[in-house]
């Protein structure tokens, strides 16, 4: 009996954990838009220090100091989209230039 039971257990233990890991992160507004992913990495950077100091006290450990790290979220999204949309604008002109050099590559291999 115990043997059939234990595979239920590992499988409502993992499926719980999964859920409640989209539950925060949806929560906290990380699958939304830009700004509100930016917002909750603002919201992390101000809560993880302290956390970090309370728990290395309470374990005896000493951590090297974390570094500065500026990102912004939205600045990174919109220079991604910045570059699809110009390359996709591009494109068009681009190709009638590789044809163009295809073309005379070929009959100067004719002559």
Do not use: H
Not at 60 to 82: D, H, Q, Y
């Amino acid at each position: 009996m115990a043997a059939r039971i234990w595979p239920l257990v590992k499988l409502v233990s993992k499926v719980t954990i999964a859920g409640g890991a989209v539950y925060v992160t949806y929560d906290s507004g990380l699958l939304g838009s830009g700004e509100q992913g930016s917002a909750a990495l603002e919201k992390a950077k101000a809560a993880v220090p302290p956390a970090l100091e309370e728990w290395m006290k309470y374990f005896g450990l000493e951590l090297p100091t974390m570094p500065k790290i500026e990102f912004s979220p939205v600045n990174s999204w919109n220079a991604g989209v910045r570059w699809t949309i110009s390359s996709l604008s591009e494109a068009p002109t681009r190709a009638s230039e590789y044809t163009n050099q295809g073309l005379q590559y070929v009959k100067e291999l004719v002559k």
